[in-house]
């Protein structure tokens, strides 16, 4: 085909998609379009024939129809706040990207079932702030929920730091709507707590990263609001010491413990050099901190007062060297400030290399070590920092090098490389998962085809191949390029 | 193929499964396999070449594969307890049973990790046991638990008087071990609170009625065991008021309520009168009657007290008109007999139509009244029957006439249709599922195919297709055997 006829098939289309949501809800001018082809990091830039805004779910399925028919691809795009580059067109052919934040409208809530239908652009904190004020609680919370999506969170099936009281993503959606590849609309809307009819539909788009269709509403459970909590920070000498404080914090608080966190000594360091606005609580460094978060659903539990035993009762132990209990709200945050994200910051301090592993809860003291005596080993100048949610065994390892460490972009890229394969080793051995709760995107997709097994990885081309016949869904993510379908 | 060539086929196909499990674990006599070739209500009976007996992982991948190289069905069996015939092996061709009553080794447990790894042919009760030694808590429970097994539970997603607090079996499971219908093994038993590594492929398993492969194994969740309970039976007006009670419970106990149960003045009259060893708590009847069960994992958590304000608040409210709260384990368990299974009874009673609907949590109230309106213009004579858990949207409608009503089976089915249709149609009409938490297996066949969306049966088509290419899976099983795979 000749670049002419290429382009006026271009033409031909983009005035078909102008015409299902308007023309001024598809971008094609670099100056709209730059922002939502680049991904949250910098680190990919990409190219789209236009990005289209639909308003409704009958404009995605529209859209999608349209796509299917000219066989262009599609790239479902939410906040745009993912860390693996899963919403950024990056194949070298005629793609779309679908911008679901239009579609931004809570569609009902109900006390009674406590109970929230969203559209898929929904921003996170809407959600929360929605669920709020009918004295109910959203429980997913995360460092972008001031501008993160929750058809994006749905479809990273996304964590954060809730996940041991309230579980992930999935654990919340009680009904999906999807559009499927070839413009289908699956109304999976439901508002049941308990539905045996047929094969659960919608675990299939949960996490699959919109390589599968496209989310564009749901259903979500709420709970009741936590209206009493007690948040502490303490210092400690090992993990081992942690995993025996979260044994016997589970025996005091049971459930009400929704964050149990780590924060490395170095880790530390770093935030409070370069985080602005953050204190150390203590007078001494130690080699590692611990958040906890208790709450309760009543008013005036006695959460405190527990909170005082259980500290009183490992210094006594041994397990732990100094500890503050927050007794304020600015004093809640001022600890949980030290505890949250820092993404934009690593550029400042240097090259990074992040990981999202997670292993068994009992297996973190094994891999804290040989993660940072594998790095060492080869990387002797390397600063190993860990941060993570050790309640549920999901420590980030970032790696940490001086700016000027590497000539250029391909030796930083080799000993990225190398890194990937020391921690996800260890992971492996260990029972592991090298993305607990980012996903794969673009980033992990060559460490997913190391490490997943045969088996597993066969079905998941084959329910991809189902689904997504033409590998026109959100084509390159999750799988490596040449193994797609 | 002459009866003779057949029956070589077939002789020299056991040898093989012979092989395979050792002689003593083929059964082919009538009088070793008659109990389970009939499902638990006895209204189905069938037939196979042999009930096979493996002892591990290995033994059913060996035994799935010689399957599929002779081209024979298989259907898997927990402890057949299922309520809607989906373990009996009803397809006129050739096919096994594959008991996995033998393979019921607790694997693992681990108190740190708060997991347990257990066999599919593990009896719920056990587990239940394992964790409660190591002070945890295994939360599945219902009626058949002494004898129903964890890979029948996966397979069904069961639910339970526990699903309010801790999710149905679905949102229990972190690993699980499948063989799929070629004899491969898909290792997917991950000790993970998190694991974002691609498709999360156990949720299709869990609640495919074995129809696309077989639960070998799973890593469970468990929770801190419950110390403190307050249980109590008020009487009641109106669904409605239930829900007011739902909603202000919710307020006072947030999650610690675990079963929030509903039972009906005609159910309630039926159990007393049938049930050995029930007793009335109360000096009169009233309409409904609700049990609440709220826990806590804090030894002396003050539930009593609190109970006893709930209950004086919802007197004053003219709520309820009497309640009584268990003071001992005697009383809890006589509170608790009232509600729990008598599945056997019903036959003592007259005919009866069981049905398992869930419907919003909300949409309780128009379901009840529109579902007793409706059977009752059907059938004057009807004794329309409601119990269920009314806190996850799940109320049993059973539906019972004296013995002599229906002149012969036919006419007894005829009238069962009818009153499905009935039930079904005021279930769709709210945004409902006609099987909560049963499944569908051969019973609900007729009605999934007539109630469930159109492109979600495609979808689910689809599924079965791809992973059962054969359709050797538990064959007619969810789907009518002219719109399987």
């Known amino acids: 085909m000749s670049s002419d006829a290429r382009s006026n098939d271009a033409s031909t289309f983009l005035v078909a998609l102008k015409a299902i ?7 094609t001018d670099a100056v709209d379009t730059a922002l939502f082809l680049t991904d949250h990091r910098g680190r990919y830039h ?19 129809k349209a796509c299917a028919e000219a066989g262009i691809a599609i790239v479902p795009q939410g906040g745009n706040t993912g ?40 921003i996170l904190a809407d959600i929360q702030g929605a669920a709020a ?6 429980p997913l919370s995360l460092g972008a929920e001031g501008s993160c999506q929750i058809g994006g969170n749905i479809s990273t099936n ?4 809730a996940v041991l009281r309230y579980g992930n993503m999935r654990q919340l959606v009680l009904g999906l709507e999807v559009v499927l590849a070839d413009g289908t609309v699956l109304d999976g809307l439901r508002r049941l707590r308990k539905d045996n009819a047929g094969y659960d539909l919608k675990q299939l788009f949960i996490g699959a990263e919109g390589t599968l269709g496209v989310v564009t509403a749901a259903t979500l459970k709420l709970f009741p609001a936590i209206r009493s909590r007690a948040i502490t920070m303490m210092q400690l000498d090992s993990v081992e010491d942690a995993l025996t404080l979260f044994a016997r914090a589970r025996a005091v608080f049971g459930e009400r413990i929704s964050s149990f966190e780590i924060i490395g000594s170095s880790y530390m360091d770093f935030v409070l050099r370069y ?12 080699p590692w901190y611990l958040l906890i978060e208790a709450g309760d659903s009543q008013l005036d539990a ?52 992040s990981h999202d592993t997670s292993v068994p809860v009992a297996e973190q003291p094994a891999f804290v070590t040989r993660v940072e005596e594998g790095v060492l080993k080869a990387y002797p100048d390397a600063n190993v920092m860990m941060v993570g949610h050790i309640g549920d065994g999901n420590i980030h ?49 060559k460490r997913l085809a190391r490490t997943k097994n045969p088996a597993e990885l066969v079905v998941m081309r084959q329910i991809k191949a189902m689904l997504d016949p033409e590998n026109r869904m959100n084509p390159g993510k999750l799988f490596l390029p040449d193994t797609a379908a």
């Open 46 to 64: 990409g190219k789209a024939l236009a990005v289209v805004r639909p308003a409704s779910t009958d404009e995605v399925a529209k859209l999608v």
């Open 397 to 445: 390892v970032v790696v940490l090098f001086p700016h000027e460490r590497f000539a250029g972009s391909e030796d930083f890229e080799a000993a990225s490389d190398a890194i990937d394969v020391i921690i996800d080793d260890v992971a492996m051995e260990l029972g592991g998962s090298i993305t607990a709760e980012h996903g794969v995107g673009t980033t992990y997709r």
């Open 275 to 286: 985080v602005p606005g953050t204190v150390m609580p203590f007078a001494q460094k130690s």
């Open 21 to 27: 949501v308007g023309e001024r809800y598809v971008l």
């Open 83 to 122: 860390l693996c580059g899963g919403a950024t067109p990056l194949e070298p052919r005629p793609t779309v990207v679908l911008r679901l934040d239009r579609m931004n409208r809570i569609r009902a809530v109900s006390p009674a079932e406590e109970t929230i239908t969203v559209e898929a652009g929904c």
């Open 302 to 353: 006695p959460l405190a007062a527990a909170m005082e035993g259980f500290l009183a009762d490992a210094f006594e132990a041994g397990l732990i060297s100094d500890a503050t209990i927050a007794s304020s709200l600015a004093q809640e945050e001022a600890i949980w400030k030290l505890r949250h994200g820092v993404t934009g910051e690593f550029k400042l301090a240097g090259k990074t290399m």
């Open 133 to 138: 004020k009918e004295g109910l609680l959203f």
């Open 158 to 161: 996304a964590g954060g730091i």
